[in-house]
């Protein structure tokens, strides 16, 4: 997958679905809980800006970065992941495509 290509319509049929996002020397499990687009079109392709929030465990906790997130139905990518708090199943973390 490209990020330069990358759309909503790549993420939104896996909510609910778990990824894998390589963090350093371990493997942690990420739900993609959202898809969300902002209806902006900031792209020169006319590609929608959205964003997708992503659920993970308590601990181990990500730090502001780039990782290489996979999924089965499209390989890997790296996206940039910003955390954004955590609640009562874990840390979320968000990342913006524009």
Do not use: C, K, N
């Amino acid at each position: 997958m490209d990020l330069a290509t990358v759309t909503i319509e790549d993420f939104a049929p896996h909510v609910g679905q778990q990824f894998t996002v390589d963090a350093g020397s371990a493997a942690l499990a990420l739900t993609l809980r959202s898809v969300e687009g902002s209806g902006q079109r900031w792209d020169p392709s006319g590609r929608e800006a959205f964003s997708i929030l992503f659920g993970g465990p308590h601990d181990p906790a990500l730090a502001q970065g780039t990782y290489h997130v996979r999924h089965d139905a499209f390989g890997g990518i790296d996206i940039f992941l910003v955390p954004v708090g955590p609640d009562d199943q874990g840390h979320r973390y968000e990342a913006v495509f524009t």
